[in-house]
């Protein structure tokens, strides 16, 4: 008997509490200033100038100023992060022009030895492989064309500064996997939308999800090399990627914001955070920079309104709203209603806590 009043206990408390902290978390979300328009988080100073400038993604709220490579740790493994070494390296190089100081000019190529440093070689192909996995059942390690171009943005500007050909050597090394189909240790999966460049490259699915970001980063690390030595491949690899980036942009768009890749067209619920749309604004306009192409600035333009109006923004909440629904309804088929008391609400308040950061894929390998 004390059993069933615990577990109607627990049930009008589920009951009452449940609509309670969603209305909740959807309020916030609607009034939080991340659903809304932000400042495009991307530098286009140099992008006109002879020299290769740091257009790539500003993450200053993510990698301080250091002089350190960025270390993580996956079941007790320490491995050097490509991206985020990168992205530490981009700044100090940013740093060089904008002040003309050799300290970190020296920071820059210091942090491109330690990249250099704990590359593998695969067939002749420079990757550095990521060990932790992100989608179940994922084989690991895997590569990534996101991180790949981005290091080879970093080896261009070494070269650009050091004139030293060891570097081009390196990033044409680094550049042979998008020549390299999926299924064989590469990023290149030639699907009928076209020739995509797989942030999340592994084999054993032929569900590519073709992300956005990562792959207008990769292509931008081809335009670099090309740009400082009108390497040919690099040139061919990335018009082959911009003619998909522009055949594909609608299957991104869903009306009220842009989907972070095509998992979606699977059947499976698609993944839109709001920080992700407003990059995929700045690295069109990067994009229509490099090409020429008002169409990629026309895009750029449509999307930045989007969550400007306050019916997307209602939407996108709802969608987070359903999210945390789908997150609650999955707590109650592990777990027993007896055991959903204080500890449920804890794990919902946690919950709500990433939510309202417009940031419920918290998990992400690059953030």
Not at 5 to 30: D, E, Q, T, W
Not at 35 to 45: A, N
Request: charged share 25%; hydrophobic share 40%.
């Amino acid at each position: 008997m004390r059993k069933l009043v615990k577990l109607i206990r627990s049930m009008l408390l589920f009951i009452v509490l449940a609509p309670v902290l969603i209305a909740g978390a959807m309020l916030a979300l609607y009034f939080r200033n991340d659903t809304r328009r932000k400042v495009t988080p991307i530098r286009l100073d140099y992008l006109d100038s002879d020299q290769l400038g740091p257009y790539q993604l500003d993450r200053s709220t993510v990698e301080d100023l250091s002089t350190d490579p960025v270390w993580q740790e996956t079941d007790g493994v320490r491995w050097l992060h490509p991206v985020r070494t990168c992205h530490v390296a981009n700044k100090h190089y940013r740093q060089y022009l904008d002040t003309g100081n050799d300290e970190h000019r020296e920071h820059f190529l210091a942090l491109c030895e330690v990249l250099i440093e704990h590359a593998k070689d695969d067939h002749g192909a420079l990757v550095w492989p990521y060990p932790l996995v992100y989608y179940p059942n994922q084989k690991v390690p895997w590569i990534s064309a996101m991180a790949q171009g981005v290091i080879i943005s970093v080896l261009a500007r070494a070269y650009e500064t050091t004139r030293d050909e060891r570097y081009l050597e390196l990033a044409r090394k680094t550049m042979i996997c998008f020549d390299r189909d999926v299924q064989d240790g590469g990023v290149r999966c030639e699907a009928k939308r076209g020739v995509f460049y797989e942030e999340y490259a592994f084999v054993e699915t032929n569900k590519q999800h073709h992300t956005l970001n990562g792959m207008l980063a990769a292509l931008f690390g081809l335009y670099d090399l090309h740009k400082v030595c009108g390497d040919e491949t690099a040139r061919r690899l990335f018009d082959e990627g911009t003619a998909t980036i522009r055949a594909n942009l609608p299957a991104f768009d869903l009306q009220f914001i842009t989907s972070y890749d095509l998992r979606h067209e699977y059947g499976e619920p698609p993944l839109l955070v709001s920080r992700y749309h407003q990059m995929h604004v700045g690295q069109l306009t990067i994009l229509a920079g490099m090409t020429g192409d008002q169409y990629f600035q026309g895009v750029a333009d449509v999307w930045d309104r989007k969550l400007m109006d306050p019916i997307n923004r209602l939407r996108l909440t709802m969608w987070y709203g359903g999210h945390l629904w789908r997150e609650l309804r999955k707590k109650i088929d592990e777990e027993d209603l007896t055991g959903l008391t204080s500890a449920f609400a804890q794990r919902v308040m946690s919950r709500l806590s990433d939510l309202t950061k417009s940031n419920p894929h918290d998990h992400l390998p690059w953030t």
